[in-house]
């Protein structure tokens, strides 16, 4: 597969899980408690946490260079 469907398909994929992402977080951001504590620990894991899934996705994506 050539650099450039690779970079393609996870343009994509990036951009599905992305919106998926946003949706669910905004989703549960409306359980979480007004303790201002809760909030930034909350805040906090979702800011980080969209970028795990990503990173296996970038390293697949540059493979074929």
Known sequence: MSARV????????????????VAVMSLLSDHVPKYWLAQLAFYLVAGIGWGVPILPLLSWMNRGR
């Open 6 to 21: 690779r970079k393609l398909i996870g343009l994509i994929g990036i951009l599905v899980f992305l919106g998926a992402y």
